[in-house]
């Protein structure tokens, strides 16, 4: 079976959209600011084993309280 260049490339695409939207999310529950952490999950997704370790810290990482975002 011959994989296309274009789907590695497609796959790699949809990686990166999936990092960016989960480490926005998760961001936003764990962080103070979710664009820093969106920012960082798309720089991260270029090498899919840091982007992968990336998003474990942001789940291990605490909850920040409601109050202290105002």
Do not use: C, H
């Not at 949809?14 to 920012?39: D, E, P, S």
Request: charged share 15%; glycine share 8%.
């Amino acid at each position: 079976m011959n994989i296309n260049m274009t789907y590695i490339g497609l796959g790699m695409i949809l990686f990166m959209i999936v990092t960016i939207i989960v480490t926005y999310l998760l961001g936003k529950r764990k962080t103070q600011n979710a664009g820093w952490a969106a920012f960082v999950g798309f720089l991260t997704a270029f090498v899919p084993p840091i982007a992968l370790l990336y998003m474990i810290v942001l789940v291990m990482k605490k909850d920040v309280d409601a109050e202290s975002k105002v």
